[in-house]
């Protein structure tokens, strides 16, 4: 496979204010970035610790997209599985349907290993990883890197309460991967910031190339000296766009793929938010990924920045 997506799922039903029910909407930040992987190109693979559910939420979705199933590996009976309970306020509330010591277990077990990638690394691009500050893991993953020669992302996940303990850890990693990923908030927390323009100053100090997601605004890429700004691209006319949900992970993923094939930082900034573009449409991942869509997209590319380089 030319590229990999490394992470997991997490199941979701959503209870809205109105007391309307939506179940087993497949899900998870991991899953998000696979669709904007396989958009991208066909030979992409999830690697990922599932539950014995998984073939009944998520099976017709990889069947029908004629995606391979050879890097799921079954660990625990139940996926994880969140109710987000959303509020009048517009606020949502989230839990697990199990118990909160299953999540926690499931996920746990459900967790990729660095020698679960090596199978399919030997014609391998560009691998990318939601996998947290574990340095192990990404002690291990540089070095399949250094022996195989693919790319690596990372995708940043910060929670709130960062601390002194967390950012060195947070920073080592991003200075050894190839390329990596965060949102404006967390871009905040880390180097203690509170505008856009001192973030991305921090990150060009920082030196490693980065897709620097603002939102509902667009993105950034963040590469050789130049922060190249897209704003958010509508497929469809703002108030007919459904559910923002994994847009920042698919085009993370999507990013790591234009990264990859060479493209410039406007191209690959554009390509990331045309992923996103789809990936807004409805709930859950865009339902049919297939050669007609690629070139559809790949024709909006060519029109917004002209003839691609890869």
Known sequence: MKYVC?????????????????????????????????????????????????????????????????????????SP????????????RPHSVYTEEYRATALAECRVYAQDLEPYLRDCKGIYSGSGLDLAYHKKLMELRDRYGFKAMWECVIDPSIT?????????????????????????????????????????????????????RGAYMVMNGEAAFVPVIHLVPNEQEIDPTGCGNSSTAAALWAFCEGMSAK????????VAAYNVLQFGPTPVINRELRQRAMNLLREMCGEKKA
Request: hydrophobic share 40%; aromatic share 14%; charged share 25%.
């Open 267 to 274: 191209e690959i900034c554009t390509w990331g938010n045309i």
């Open 81 to 92: 599985y969140d109710e987000l309970e959303y509020l009048p306020d517009g606020r949502w």
């Open 164 to 216: 002194d303990e967390t950012r060195p850890r947070i920073l080592e990693i991003a200075r050894e991967t190839d390329i990596w990923s965060l949102n404006r908030p967390e871009s905040f927390r880390l180097f203690g910031v509170d505008s856009e323009q001192a973030a991305i100053e921090k990150l060009m100090e920082l030196g490693t190339p980065c897709y620097y997601r603002v939102g509902s």
């Open 6 to 78: 490394a992470s997991g799922i997490i199941v979701n039903r959503l209870r809205f204010a109105d007391g309307s029910v939506m179940e087993d909407l497949m899900g998870g930040g991991g899953f998000f970035a696979y669709s904007g992987l396989l958009l991208s190109d066909p030979e992409s693979l999830f690697v990922a610790g599932v539950g014995r559910d998984f073939d009944r939420i998520y099976g017709d979705w990889f069947r029908r997209n004629a995606a391979s199933l050879m890097g799921v590996r079954y660990r625990v009976d139940y």
